[in-house]
Every structure is written in structure tokens, then in C-alpha cells.
């Protein structure tokens, strides 16, 4: 994570999200979860450090969860009220700048989605259990936060359950206990996260080892056993996408792999750091769900990793892992990047052209044309290139912001240093104004 000491402005698309005066460092929460009564409480212990003197400190949390104590550097709070989605706390004591921020939040409620333009998003209740799916701003549905793609810290997160039901959450599971009808799972995320990419997955789920074990990236599945035998058909090539991808991208940025597949169908697979989220529906046996299982891991370097300090710069996400969809096809037999990228011109050709990619507007921020024309920017850049410098300054990009905040103005800075002639009227064309341009020849 780069050592910047600064505050990122607050998000122009999500004004009321991120908070001022503090960066976090850690959040460590212990979390019960009753499955019948779909009822959560939580304890959030978050450790901060000022970027200024102030007399409160605001945190994002829904107004469904009740605050009942709140201790600011082991002291009660002299006060904190809970209003619009908005946690704010006056300590006892004024903080000088570059002065830690230690606060322990306990609160309960029945957890339920954050409403926006793009639906609802957060903590979901299933049939069985329970999912989070918070892009781009429903972490504050489960647990207090500074909910800012930019705000990233390391995570300690344990989960208390039913015992039949297997819990899930975001890095390495560093212990487990059983006491009679409730289980307690506790995972360390070391690797800095934005709030928005933590995540819970409560189920009836079994654990299974996908690939060799000898694989250089452990990856494994939390599925329904019912859906055993079609997830290692239509999953069967993921240890494939993950050797290529490694290849083309540069090193896996996390410890390890996750794919959970829900027992209930959802609209649309889900990314988490290190972790990505399918419904049953996308587990068919036919592989019909390849070209996403492909998009989602793809987010593990652009998106978890590599995350945008803003969100109008979501295209470095989406148009990334549409990309990958394409290599993969490619690498898997299928129809060729090259071909992949000259059909989504000309299918984008025949819709409205009033879109700009590189600052969509919060509406717009999830509009397909988003993730098609900023692949094509990608495709256009590598055409511009060639590709073994394409591929140079990809490995660049996701080692030099591993873990780290990034933007498209440091993406087009570091890909200057790759072409002899300005790129900047490719960056016009793609990311800057509306009107779809041509793609370069593909010379061969």
C-alpha cells in the first residue's frame, strides 16, 4: 500500500459516504448471527490514526443496527448520536493530529441491504443463511466503517453461528470452535481491504479443494453439496484462467482463492478480496457461467488489489475484467480477443452514444457500456503498443499499486512510458468524450 498521508476528497458519486479526520489501520469484529431470526450483533473494535484535530469523528453504519456503547481510546464516549446512516462520536478528550483513533462499537439490529440507484446492496438474508454484497456502498449494512474505496485496512473478522451452517469471510481462517449448538470461525486479512470488498457468507455449505494442491495458489469452493458435481464441470478450467492470468497479470496478489456458490439464485456473481460469489443458477452444468467465472477472478488484481480511489474511474475494474473474459476466451479455444473486441464495437456502435467512460456519473456508473467500451479501450492500447509491451505494462501496474489506491490518470501516466508517441489522443477518444471510435487495424 503506498505511504501517502493524505485524505482522499469525498466521493463526488457517493457524497454521503467516507468520512474526515481519520485514515483506519484495522477493524477487528466479533459477530453472532442467528439464522432463524436473521438477527446480528456485533462488537467493532477499529483502530484509526487523526489527520487533524477535530471534536467527533463520524462513522457509516444503517440505521437498522442499534448502537448500545461506544469507548473511545477505553474511555465511554462523552457522547454519539446515530442519525441518516451516520455514527457520530465526541470523545471524551480532543485528539491531537497524527494521535490514534481507538474505538470499540457494540450494537445489534436486524441487518438488512442498503437502498441506492443501483439497488440494494449489503447484508442479504437467503433461505439458509445469509450474504454480503456490498458494492459500492453497503458495508455500513453490517458493521460501522469509513466507507471509501480508497479507506483500505487490514481486517480481523469472527463470525458466531449455527453449527450446521458454514461461515465465511474475507482471508485465511486462523481458528474454529465448536461450543454445543454454535460454532465460532475467526479470518485474518492481513492485506489492506476496502470496506466495501469485505464480506460474510453464511450457508449450508461444504468446503472443497479445486485444482492440485501443488498449485502455487490454493483455491477452494463453499458450495451446497447438491451442486457438487456441476460445480466441477463448469469450474473445471478455473485453475487454467487462474495460470494465465497469473501470467498476463503478474503475481496472485492474495494468499488464496475462494469461489462460494449460494444455494439460492442470484442476478449477477459478486467479487470480494479474495473471494468471489455465484448463485446457484450460474452452476447449470454446461459452463454457461465461464465467461464470468473468468470476470470475477480477474477482480482479485483489478479491483481488490488495485482499487480506484474514486468511483468515476470504475472503468480501471470493470473494463479490466471484461478484458480478461476475452483473454480467457482466447487462451481457451474460443473466439479470439481480437474478434471478441471488433463484435463489442459493433454491437456498442448501435446504441446511444452519450456516454463518457472515464467519468460515467453515478447512474451510469454500472452501465455495461462502461465495462465493454473500457475493455476496448484496453484492446485499442494493446493494438497501439503491441502486445508484448502491453503485457509489460500490465505486470507494472499491478505490482507497483499492489494493495494499493489507484486512478486513471496514474494508469495513462505509467502507460506513457511504454509508446514512443503520445497516447493521449487515444485517451481523448476512448475515456474522454462520447462519440465510439474505430479500433486500430489489427495488423494480422
Given at each position: 500500500?503506498?505511504?501517502?498521508?493524505?485524505?482522499?476528497?469525498?466521493?463526488?458519486?457517493?457524497?454521503?459516504?467516507?468520512?474526515?479526520?481519520?485514515?483506519?489501520?484495522?477493524?477487528?469484529?466479533?459477530?453472532?448471527?442467528?439464522?432463524?431470526?436473521?438477527?446480528?450483533?456485533?462488537?467493532?473494535?477499529?483502530?484509526?490514526?487523526?489527520?487533524?484535530?477535530?471534536?467527533?469523528?463520524?462513522?457509516?453504519?444503517?440505521?437498522?443496527?442499534?448502537?448500545?456503547?461506544?469507548?473511545?481510546?477505553?474511555?465511554?464516549?462523552?457522547?454519539?448520536?446515530?442519525?441518516?446512516?451516520?455514527?457520530?462520536?465526541?470523545?471524551?478528550?480532543?485528539?491531537?493530529?497524527?494521535?490514534?483513533?481507538?474505538?470499540?462499537?457494540?450494537?445489534?439490529?436486524?441487518?438488512?441491504?442498503?437502498?441506492?440507484?443501483?439497488?440494494?446492496?449489503?447484508?442479504?438474508?437467503?433461505?439458509?443463511?445469509?450474504?454480503?454484497?456490498?458494492?459500492?456502498?453497503?458495508?455500513?449494512?453490517?458493521?460501522?466503517?469509513?466507507?471509501?474505496?480508497?479507506?483500505?485496512?487490514?481486517?480481523?473478522?469472527?463470525?458466531?453461528?449455527?453449527?450446521?451452517?458454514?461461515?465465511?469471510?474475507?482471508?485465511?481462517?486462523?481458528?474454529?470452535?465448536?461450543?454445543?449448538?454454535?460454532?465460532?470461525?475467526?479470518?485474518?486479512?492481513?492485506?489492506?481491504?476496502?470496506?466495501?470488498?469485505?464480506?460474510?457468507?453464511?450457508?449450508?455449505?461444504?468446503?472443497?479443494?479445486?485444482?492440485?494442491?501443488?498449485?502455487?495458489?490454493?483455491?477452494?469452493?463453499?458450495?451446497?453439496?447438491?451442486?457438487?458435481?456441476?460445480?466441477?464441470?463448469?469450474?473445471?478450467?478455473?485453475?487454467?484462467?487462474?495460470?494465465?492470468?497469473?501470467?498476463?497479470?503478474?503475481?496472485?496478489?492474495?494468499?488464496g482463492y475462494t469461489v462460494v456458490i449460494t444455494d439460492d439464485e442470484?442476478?449477477?456473481?459478486?467479487?470480494?478480496?479474495?473471494?468471489?460469489?455465484?448463485?446457484?443458477?450460474?452452476?447449470?452444468?454446461?459452463?454457461?457461467?465461464?465467461?464470468?467465472?473468468?470476470?470475477?477472478?480477474?477482480?482479485?488484481?483489478?479491483?481488490?488489489?488495485?482499487?480506484?480511489?474514486?468511483?468515476?474511474?470504475?472503468?480501471?475494474?470493470?473494463?479490466?475484467?471484461?478484458?480478461?473474459?476475452?483473454?480467457?476466451?482466447?487462451?481457451?479455444?474460443?473466439?479470439?480477443?481480437?474478434?471478441?473486441?471488433?463484435?463489442?464495437?459493433?454491437?456498442?456502435?448501435?446504441?446511444?452514444?452519450?456516454?463518457?467512460?472515464?467519468?460515467?456519473?453515478?447512474?451510469?456508473?454500472f452501465d455495461d457500456r462502461v465495462y465493454k467500451r473500457g475493455a476496448?479501450?484496453?484492446?485499442?492500447?494493446?493494438?497501439?503498443?503491441?502486445?508484448?509491451?502491453?503485457?509489460?505494462?500490465?505486470?507494472?501496474?499491478?505490482?507497483?499499486?499492489?494493495?494499493?489506491?489507484?486512478?486513471?490518470?496514474?494508469?495513462?501516466?505509467?502507460?506513457?512510458?511504454?509508446?514512443?508517441?503520445?497516447?493521449?489522443?487515444?485517451?481523448?477518444?476512448?475515456?474522454?468524450?462520447?462519440?465510439?471510435?474505430?479500433?486500430?487495424?489489427?495488423?494480422?
Open positions: 500500500m503506498r505511504g501517502k498521508f493524505y485524505e482522499e476528497p469525498i466521493d463526488e458519486y457517493l457524497p454521503q459516504n467516507g468520512n474526515r479526520g481519520y485514515r483506519v489501520s484495522r477493524y477487528e469484529l466479533e459477530l453472532t448471527y442467528k439464522v432463524a431470526s436473521n438477527r446480528l450483533a456485533g462488537r467493532a473494535a477499529i483502530t484509526a490514526v487523526t489527520t487533524g484535530v477535530r471534536d467527533r469523528f463520524a462513522f457509516d453504519l444503517s440505521q437498522a443496527l442499534a448502537v448500545a456503547k461506544v469507548f473511545v481510546n477505553g474511555t465511554k464516549a462523552a457522547k454519539y448520536t446515530h442519525q441518516h446512516g451516520k455514527l457520530v462520536i465526541t470523545p471524551q478528550q480532543r485528539i491531537p493530529a497524527g494521535g490514534v483513533l481507538g474505538l470499540v462499537i457494540q450494537y445489534a439490529g436486524i441487518p438488512k441491504p442498503v437502498r441506492g440507484p443501483w439497488g440494494d446492496v449489503g447484508w442479504e438474508e437467503l433461505t439458509e443463511g445469509a450474504l454480503v454484497a456490498s458494492q459500492p456502498n453497503g458495508a455500513a449494512s453490517w458493521f460501522p466503517c469509513d466507507d471509501h474505496p480508497s479507506s483500505k485496512a487490514s481486517y480481523r473478522i469472527s463470525i458466531t453461528t449455527d453449527t450446521p451452517y458454514y461461515a465465511l469471510a474475507n482471508g485465511t481462517l486462523v481458528g474454529k470452535q465448536t461450543k454445543a449448538s454454535q460454532t465460532t470461525w475467526v479470518y485474518e486479512q492481513p492485506e489492506p481491504m476496502s470496506s466495501y470488498l469485505a464480506t460474510i457468507q453464511i450457508g449450508p455449505y461444504r468446503k472443497h479443494r479445486i485444482g492440485s494442491p501443488r498449485r502455487s495458489v490454493p483455491m477452494q469452493a463453499i458450495i451446497p453439496p447438491r451442486l457438487r458435481a456441476d460445480f466441477d464441470h463448469d469450474f473445471e478450467r478455473q485453475p487454467k484462467m487462474m495460470e494465465l492470468f497469473t501470467e498476463k497479470f503478474g503475481p496472485y496478489p492474495f494468499e442470484l442476478e449477477i456473481p459478486i467479487e470480494a478480496q479474495g473471494i468471489s460469489v455465484f448463485g446457484a443458477n450460474h452452476c447449470d452444468g454446461r459452463r454457461g457461467a465461464e465467461r464470468l467465472v473468468a470476470h470475477e477472478l480477474a477482480h482479485q488484481w483489478f479491483g481488490n488489489s488495485l482499487t480506484i480511489g474514486q468511483w468515476r474511474d470504475i472503468w480501471l475494474h470493470e473494463g479490466f475484467a471484461c478484458y480478461a473474459e476475452w483473454i480467457w476466451s482466447e487462451a481457451a479455444g474460443g473466439p479470439t480477443a481480437d474478434q471478441l473486441a471488433r463484435a463489442a464495437r459493433h454491437n456498442l456502435s448501435r446504441e446511444p452514444q452519450d456516454i463518457i467512460v472515464g467519468d460515467p456519473g453515478p447512474q451510469r456508473m476496448l479501450t484496453l484492446h485499442a492500447l494493446r493494438l497501439e503498443l503491441g502486445a508484448s509491451a502491453f503485457w509489460d505494462l500490465l505486470h507494472e501496474w499491478t505490482i507497483r499499486y499492489r494493495h494499493g489506491s489507484v486512478s486513471t490518470e496514474e494508469f495513462t501516466d505509467l502507460a506513457g512510458h511504454y509508446s514512443l508517441v503520445s497516447l493521449r489522443p487515444l485517451w481523448d477518444a476512448w475515456l474522454r468524450t462520447k462519440p465510439l471510435p474505430q479500433l486500430p487495424p489489427s495488423g494480422g
